[in-house]
């Protein structure tokens, strides 16, 4: 007569081995669910390979205007521009581990700018990533160089860089989690360093 401990134990295990399988299969279905989402996913990675492009948009504004830019990672500098113009120039650079994985990365980086009058609001636009070991940095990053008229309030911030305002006549809102933030020939309105 067989010991029914070893029968318990084997129905057991072989419930076991059935409980993990359903976990790999929702864990795998998860992955997908996220890759189609734009999430970018990574066991491991080692970007090495950077991809880099330019783009520049121009708004026709009247005075005084206004410009509110928010940004993750990457420096941000105004300066006083001409009278009826905002010209929004953006560097973005993206890191992969071959250089097709660094175009991808590169071509998901969206600029958003909108117009509303004389008020323009730029905004970085990238998929979440997802790293479980990682070597490298992260993401891409977009430096941006934008020429607004004189008499401008300006709201500039971003997590990871450098703020910096220069030559404008009106409120300076100027915000950095990492980086250094400087205002210089800076006129009238009010004037917040973060």
């Known amino acids: 007569m067989r010991n029914p401990k070893w029968l318990i134990v084997g129905g057991l295990s072989l419930a076991l081995l059935g409980v993990c ?11 997908g669910a996220l890759q189609t989402s734009g999430v970018r996913f990574r066991f ?16 026709t504004v009247n005075t005084p205007a206004a410009l509110d830019v928010a940004n993750d990672a990457g420096d941000i500098t105004v300066t006083a521009g001409t009278d ?7 560097h973005k650079t993206a890191w992969g581990m071959s250089q097709a994985d660094a175009e991808a990365a590169l071509a998901a980086i969206k600029i ?6 004389s008020e323009v609001t730029v905004r970085v636009e990238q998929p979440a990533e ?7 940095p992260g993401g891409g990053l977009v430096d ?3 020429a607004v008229p004189a008499q401008t309030d300006v709201v500039a911030h971003t997590q990871f860089g450098a703020v910096k305002a220069v030559g404008t006549h009106g409120d300076a809102d100027l915000q950095s989690n990492a980086g250094e933030v400087s205002a210089s ?3 009238g309105g009010d004037l917040k360093l973060k």
């Open 185 to 187: 020939g800076l006129e």
């Open 44 to 59: 491991f990675g080692v970007d090495r390979v950077s991809a880099q492009a330019d783009e520049e948009q121009r708004f």
């Open 112 to 117: 958003v700018v909108t117009q509303d009058g």
């Open 84 to 90: 009826s113009e905002i010209v929004v120039t953006a």
């Open 21 to 31: 399988a359903l976990m790999l299969l929702a864990a795998w279905g998860g992955i």
């Open 130 to 136: 997802v790293d479980v070991v990682h070597i490298g």
């Open 144 to 146: 941006f160089t934008i």
